[in-house]
C-alpha cells in the first residue's frame, strides 16, 4: 500500500511539466458570460497576449525549459503570430476547443466539432498536429476520449485524481495518458481577480504572493519526496504581471538547482509513460469512473 | 462531573495534560453529487475525490505509523464498499472506523426511517467487507435532525463527533434510554476545509476563497493545540485526506503532530477510548 517510487528517465526523482493555458478572452467570457462586451473587464485577460506570453517565454527561455501551451483554436487564428513565436521557441502546442468552450453543456457531437475545428484551426497556423488536448473545464461526454484518440492526440490534462500519469480507461491499442491537475499547483485559484462582473464569485482578496511562492515549494518538496509529477498550470495574463513573474523565476531556479528532476513537456511524459508502465491498478480512479459511470443511466 | 476540577481542567489517563483525537473524514467522491448522480456526468469531480482513498490515504497511514500515532476515520461504507481492500488497511493497521453516513447524506434532511436506513446499510457493509461494527459516528455537514440522538443510539453508536460548542467532550441524555451519548466536538479551526479545501464545479468555497498559505494554517493549528495544552482540554480534527494529505501538505501534518508529540504529556486516543474514558469518568 505504500507509494511506490516511479523511475523517470535518467534515475530521476521527479518530474516537472509547465503547462500554460493562453486562451486570451474566451476562456471567462465562456464561464462567466456577464464579462462579454466589457472592455475593461476583458481587458484584464487581454493583458497576456499583450504583455503575458512575453514575459513568460523569457523565463522559459531563461531556465532553458521547454513547457506545453494550450491554445484554442480561435486564439491560434487571431494571435497567429505570438502562437508561432511560442511553436518557434521549441515548446510543445496542445489543444483547447475552439473558443475555450466548456464541454459540460455540450452534447457528444458538439464536444466532436469544437475540438475538431480547434484542432485544425491550431494546426494550421503551427503546421503540424498536436498530440495534446485541456478540456477547459475538465470534463468530456462518455466516448469523447475516442475522438482524441482517432485525431492523433495522445495525451490530456484535464482531470485530476492521481500524482502520476495514468491511462484513460480502456487503454486499448492507442493509449491516452492523463497528466492529472492540482489546484494548489495552479495559478488561477491564487490570483484571477475582477471587481465587477466580480471574479472569484466571492471577490477574495488577492493572495500573498511571497505565500504563494512558499506553497508551491512546499509542494514541489512533497512532490519530490514521494517521486511524483509535478504539474504546473499558469495562464499568461496572471503569472506574467511584473510583480509576479519574479515567482515563477524564482521557483524555476530553485527547481533548477535540483539534481534529480526530469523536466519535460507534457508529450514527453506521456511518450516515457506510454512505453514503460503497465495499465493502471485496480482501483484506480479512472478504472471505477469508467465501470461505475458505465452502470448509471 | 467527577473528570473536571473546579477551573474547568479535565482529569485525562495517566496523568496526560491533555487529549489528542486525530480524526480524518474519509469522503472521496460521496456528497450531493454521488446522491444525485450528476458526479457521473462530472469526471472532473469525480477524480478529484477518489484521490482521497487511492493516493492520500495510504501515504497518510504510513505517517501515522512512522508516529505512532492512533488515529479515527469516519469513512461513507459507499468508500468502503467501493475500496475495501484500502480500507481494511485503516483496520490492519490500529486505527478506529466510525460511521459517517452511506453516500455522505445530510442527516438533518432525513426522516427518522431514512435514516434508521442508511445506518443499518452502513452496518451491514461494514460487517461485511471490514469485519466491524463501529461504535462511533460523524455526522456528514454535522446537522442533526430533532430525532438523530435517538437514532443513533438505537443503532448502537455510543459516541458522536459532530458537533462544535465546546473543546471537551459532554453527555448527551437521550430520552427514554438509561445511557446518554459521548459528544467529541470539533472545532472549524481544525477543519482542513476552512484553510486549505478548493474545487470548481462544484465551487468550494463557494466564493471561491483563495487557498491559505501553508505555514499561516500550520501556525493556526499549533496555536489551538497550544491552547488544548494548556488548558488541559480535548482536541479532536476534522481533517480530510484528499485536502491536508496531499504530498505537500502531508508535510504540514507532520510538522503539526511533531509539535504536538514534542509538548510532552498528550493522551494520543482513538475517539472512542475518548467516549469510554468520558463515560467511566462520568460514572464514578
Not at chain 1, 493509449?175 to 471574479?199: G, Q, T
Amino acid at each position: 500500500m505504500s507509494a511506490e517510487m516511479p523511475r523517470w528517465p535518467d534515475g530521476a526523482r521527479t518530474s516537472v511539466v509547465l503547462t500554460i493555458d493562453f486562451n486570451d478572452i474566451h476562456d471567462i467570457v465562456a464561464r462567466e458570460p456577464a464579462t462579454e462586451g466589457r472592455e475593461k473587464t476583458l481587458s484584464v485577460w487581454r493583458y497576456g497576449a499583450r504583455r503575458g506570453v512575453d514575459r513568460v517565454l523569457d523565463v522559459l527561455d531563461k531556465h532553458r525549459l521547454k513547457a506545453s501551451w494550450f491554445v484554442p483554436g480561435r486564439v491560434a487564428e487571431e494571435h497567429g503570430g505570438l502562437v508561432r513565436r511560442i511553436h518557434g521557441a521549441g515548446h510543445e502546442l496542445g489543444s483547447n476547443g475552439y473558443r475555450s468552450e466548456i464541454f459540460d453543456g455540450l452534447d457528444l457531437a458538439q464536444q466532436q466539432e469544437a475540438f475538431a475545428r480547434g484542432h485544425a484551426a491550431l494546426a494550421d497556423v503551427i503546421g503540424e498536429m498536436p498530440v495534446g488536448f485541456r478540456s477547459a473545464s475538465g470534463n468530456w461526454a462518455p466516448g469523447f476520449d475516442q475522438t482524441l484518440r482517432a485525431a492523433g492526440i495522445r495525451w490530456s490534462s484535464s482531470w485530476r485524481g492521481d500524482d502520476l500519469p495514468y491511462f484513460h480507461e480502456p487503454r486499448g491499442a492507442a493509449s491516452l495518458v492523463e497528466l492529472p491537475l492540482h489546484y494548489e499547483l495552479e495559478d488561477e485559484p491564487y490570483f484571477a481577480f475582477n471587481l465587477y462582473p466580480p471574479v472569484p464569485p466571492g471577490q477574495s482578496r488577492i493572495a500573498g504572493y511571497r505565500d504563494v511562492l512558499n506553497n508551491w515549494r512546499q509542494d514541489f518538496a512533497g512532490f519530490q519526496r514521494y517521486g511524483l509529477c509535478y504539474l504546473l498550470r499558469l495562464h499568461p495574463e496572471m503569472i506574467g504581471t511584473t510583480g509576479r513573474i519574479g515567482l515563477l523565476d524564482e521557483l524555476l531556479g530553485e527547481l533548477r538547482g535540483q539534481p534529480d528532476v526530469w523536466f519535460a513537456t507534457g508529450r514527453e511524459v506521456a511518450d516515457w509513460w506510454s512505453a514503460t508502465q503497465p495499465p493502471n491498478a485496480s482501483g484506480h480512479p479512472a478504472e471505477i469512473f469508467a465501470r461505475l459511470s458505465g452502470l448509471q443511466p | 462531573m467527577s473528570s473536571q476540577t473546579e477551573t474547568g481542567a479535565v482529569r485525562w489517563p495517566h496523568g496526560a495534560r491533555c487529549a489528542v483525537a486525530l480524526a480524518f473524514d474519509l469522503d472521496g467522491p460521496t456528497g450531493n453529487a454521488l446522491i444525485d448522480g450528476s458526479i457521473w456526468r462530472n469526471p472532473s469531480f469525480f477524480t478529484l475525490g477518489a484521490y482521497d482513498v487511492w493516493r492520500a490515504l495510504p501515504r497518510l497511514l504510513d505517517l501515522l505509523a512512522d508516529q505512532a500515532l492512533p488515529a479515527t476515520f469516519f469513512v461513507p461504507a459507499w468508500i468502503v464498499e467501493t475500496w475495501p481492500e484500502q480500507c481494511r488497511a485503516i483496520v490492519d493497521r490500529g486505527h478506529e472506523i466510525g460511521y459517517h453516513g452511506y453516500e455522505h447524506e445530510a442527516f438533518w434532511q432525513l426522516t427518522s426511517d431514512d435514516q434508521r436506513r442508511v445506518m443499518a446499510r452502513s452496518r451491514e457493509i461494514f460487517e461485511q467487507y471490514l469485519g466491524i461494527v463501529p461504535t462511533g459516528f460523524r455526522t456528514p455537514s454535522g446537522d442533526w435532525a430533532p430525532d438523530t440522538a435517538a437514532v443513533l443510539a438505537e443503532a448502537g453508536v455510543v459516541y458522536s463527533s459532530s458537533m462544535r460548542g465546546d473543546d471537551r467532550p459532554y453527555l448527551i441524555p437521550i430520552p427514554g434510554r438509561a445511557s446518554p451519548l459521548v459528544e467529541i466536538p470539533g472545532r472549524w479551526e481544525l477543519d482542513d476545509y476552512a484553510s486549505l479545501a478548493y474545487q470548481r464545479n462544484p465551487n468550494f468555497p463557494a466564493g471561491l476563497d483563495r487557498i491559505a498559505g501553508y505555514a499561516a494554517t500550520l501556525d493556526n493549528w499549533r496555536r489551538e493545540f497550544d491552547g488544548t495544552h494548556r488548558d488541559g482540554l480535548c482536541l479532536t480534527t476534522l481533517f480530510h485526506p484528499k485536502v491536508s494529505a496531499r504530498p505537500g501538505r502531508l508535510l504540514l501534518l507532520e510538522r503539526l503532530f511533531d509539535h504536538m508529540r514534542q509538548a510532552g504529556g498528550v493522551w494520543f486516543a482513538r475517539c472512542h477510548e475518548v467516549a469510554d474514558w468520558w463515560l467511566a469518568e462520568s460514572a464514578s
